[in-house]
Nanobody, 115 residues
Framework: QVQLVESGGGLVQPGGSLRLSCAASGMTFSIYVMRWYRQAPGNQRELIAAITSGGSTNYADSVKGRFTISRENAKSTVYLQMNSLKPEDTAVYYC?????????WGQGTQVTVSS
């Protein structure tokens, strides 16, 4: 049974940092493309970062230069380092695993950026 469990969310002040983690189990983690999405209230789910099995990365323009996605295959974990956080980064953050259309989702973790 595949499970993705996100952690690391919380409340942070504008300009602060958080690191999200997504631990996978029940799957051959290293072969999956891993993605981070976010969804703010009233908005569609937005793809913000992706990392391939080979380590290539892509980012949405809204987070480029501030967020960094990485993976540690030995721990079956993908990370999202978020720096210079803004109030508009407030959302539920989800990780997604995808292998040629076979996809899985985590339950999400809330990130709130507010003073």
């Amino acid at each position: 049974q595949v499970q993705l469990v996100e952690s690391g969310g919380g409340l942070v002040q504008p300009g602060g940092s958080l690191r999200l983690s997504c631990a996978a189990s029940g799957m051959t983690f290293s072969i999956y493309v891993m993605r981070w999405y976010r969804q703010a209230p009233g908005n569609q789910r937005e793809l913000i970062a992706a990392i391939t099995s080979g380590g290539s990365t892509n980012y949405a323009d809204s987070v480029k230069g501030r967020f960094t996605i990485s993976r540690e295959n030995a721990k079956s974990t993908v990370y999202l380092q978020m720096n210079s956080l803004k109030p508009e980064d407030t959302a539920v953050y989800y990780c997604n695993a995808d292998h040629y259309g076979l996809g899985f989702w985590g339950q999400g973790t809330q990130v709130t950026v507010s003073s």
